[in-house]
């Protein structure tokens, strides 16, 4: 198995297929941190869409200082970002519908644990959306993507220092979003 600098090295010397491994490799790890950055699965898939397309048209420029996916990943995020600030607030019911999503179903779980385990996960998804831009892409990084403090730093361009705290406090942000989304009587 090539590594992702072998695999740069053959896509710059004309091997498509290269940056096709490049792609298949990372596209499903990347596709999940942008559904939380991007706001809906449709627009994660334009992201990753646009992402691997500016990658592969810039590819010269990769300076091989980080990782692939980590320049990858800043590619998309800045996209996504850039996507979010240029929508409307408006959501159709196919994209709340999309922000549900399919949750993998476990055979062992009876009908009121998987309701009870979606409305858990739409709860968590509604309250990353309703975080700021910063805070969602640093918890985004960090819980689902299990990427340490250095990584995170690395992707953002941060102290790691700076990331703490915006850890902390994204956290506590999410952590009083949940608390008053609990609190509101529903309207069922």
Not at 121 to 135: D, F, I, K, P
């Amino acid at each position: 198995m090539k590594d992702d600098f072998e695999l740069i090295d053959h896509t710059l010397a004309g091997d498509r297929r290269a940056f096709g491994e490049l792609v298949t490799r990372y596209q499903d790890r990347l596709f999940t941190a942008m559904v939380y950055v991007a706001g809906s699965p449709s627009d994660a898939e334009d992201v990753l869409q646009d992402a691997f397309i500016q990658a592969y048209l810039k590819l010269r420029t990769f300076q091989r200082t980080s990782g692939f996916y980590t320049w990858i990943y800043r590619i998309a995020f800045n996209l996504a970002v850039s996507r979010r600030r240029r929508r409307k607030p408006e959501v159709s019911v196919e994209e709340a519908r999309e922000r549900g999503g399919a949750e993998p179903i476990c055979g062992q779980m009876g009908a009121s644990e998987r309701i009870e385990r979606d409305e858990g996960v739409e709860r968590v998804r509604t309250a990353m959306s309703r975080l700021g831009e910063e805070h969602r892409a640093i918890l985004v990084l960090r819980e689902i993507e299990g990427c340490c403090y250095e990584q995170i730093a690395d992707v953002l361009q941060l102290p790691v220092g700076t990331v703490r705290s915006r850890i902390h406090r994204a956290r506590a942000q999410l952590r009083e979003i949940l608390v008053e989304e609990l609190r509101e009587p529903s309207d069922i």
